[in-house]
């Protein structure tokens, strides 16, 4: 019995980290590597494309070929590969947790 709670209290502590991932700032935005982020979305910019903002920056955030999933004002967590867009540094989304908690995965993620 002992080595059952134990091992219900290993998983609980392993689900519970993954979403307790530390986000990254925007303005800390790194070429070819994979962050979290959280912020507003400011702007639908494309169907497929809207600006992130924090305290500490914006950045575009594709979910090509998707459509966006958000409304501008929704705070939203974002997982994605950053690279360079047109003249700034842009977050090729994975996934996204919109504010009440729902996960959207795209499909037809960036590589």
Not at 41 to 68: H, K, M, Q
């Amino acid at each position: 019995m002992k080595m059952f709670a134990l091992a219900v209290m290993v998983a609980f502590v392993s689900v519970s980290s993954v979403k307790a991932e530390p986000m990254t700032p925007l303005a800390d935005l790194q070429r070819g590597t994979m962050v979290s982020v959280e912020g507003i979305v400011e702007r639908i910019l494309d169907e497929d494309e809207f600006r992130l903002a924090d305290d500490t920056g914006s950045v575009g955030v594709y979910v090509g070929p998707n459509w966006v999933p958000v409304n501008a004002g929704e705070r939203v967590r974002v997982q994605g590969f950053v690279d360079d867009g047109i003249g700034s540094r842009e977050i090729y989304a994975r996934m996204l947790t919109r504010e009440d908690g729902t996960d959207v995965e795209f499909s037809h993620r960036y590589d």
